[in-house]
């Protein structure tokens, strides 16, 4: 082998192998549902004591806070094990471990996918939010809060045009 071609071997190794950086950046994410999990509970503590004391409109909106809250916890576990399984290693999970039965399904497109949607999801939760809310909130700013919600909406229905477009 040529020097060149070893030079152009290591490097591809090394490029190959520094896809481990990741590794502690999806390690970071289960911390992140730490936080979650702490938020989601604090929220749930002061919820409880007064919920026969809400009226209708603050119940929903209380439980929409709590639903954000775990679709975004269900965005960080889907980019944790997705975006670890397609860019640095396969799960070794044992047999007779349960195994999420999506594990090893999601390609990089789809992981796109899964994140638009929710990203529209929980925006559409926001702006149910404040529609619920609405004699509280300015008119420009729910002005911008749509314009908002529909970006996300037509960025995730041209990214899905897109993806289907070049799958075929």
Do not use: C
């Not at 960080?76 to 975006?83: A, D």
């Not at 300015?138 to 002005?143: A, G, S």
């Amino acid at each position: 082998m040529s020097l060149p071609q070893k030079a152009s071997h290591v490097m591809e190794r090394v490029m190959y192998a520094s896809r481990w950086l990741l590794a502690p950046i999806y390690m970071g994410l289960s911390l992140t549902l730490v936080a979650l999990f702490i938020k989601f509970f604090q929220e749930l503590y002061h919820f409880i004591p007064f919920i026969l004391e809400l009226d209708e409109s603050q119940l929903v909106l209380k439980l929409l806070s709590l639903i954000d809250l775990t679709l975004v916890g269900n965005l960080i576990v889907i980019v944790m094990f997705s975006g670890y399984e397609n860019f640095v290693s396969r799960l070794n999970i044992n047999e007779e471990t349960e195994k999420l039965e999506w594990l090893g399904t999601h390609d990089y497109g789809s992981l796109k996918m899964k994140v638009a949607a929710s990203i529209v999801a929980i925006s559409s939760i926001h702006l149910l939010k404040i529609f619920m809310n609405i004699e509280t909130a300015q008119n420009d700013k729910i002005m911008w809060f749509v314009l908002v919600h529909l970006t996300f909406v037509i960025s995730a229905l041209l990214m899905g045009y897109l993806d289907k477009v070049t799958k075929h």
